[in-house]
């Protein structure tokens, strides 16, 4: 096999593939946010330890 078969086509950059690359890094930031949310819930005893 030679050197062509390891290194797939760079795809086209369309506004789509952005758009979904965009969602996809939210996505990810709001699962941090609300992970990071979470344990500090957990941590606070009663809302005045904010």
Request: proline letters at 2%; charged letters at 40%; hydrophobic letters at 35%.
């Given at each position: 096999?030679?050197?062509?078969?390891?290194?797939?086509?760079?795809?086209?950059?369309?506004?789509?593939?952005?758009y979904n690359?965009?969602?996809?890094?939210?996505?990810?930031?709001?699962?941090?946010?609300?992970?990071?949310?979470?344990?500090?819930l957990k941590?606070?005893?009663?809302?005045?330890d904010f």
């Amino acid at each position: 096999m030679n050197k062509k078969d390891y290194n797939p086509k760079i795809r086209e950059i369309t506004s789509e593939l952005i758009y979904n690359h965009h969602m996809e890094m939210v996505e990810e930031a709001w699962k941090l946010f609300n992970w990071a949310r979470n344990e500090k819930l957990k941590k606070q005893e009663k809302l005045a330890d904010f």
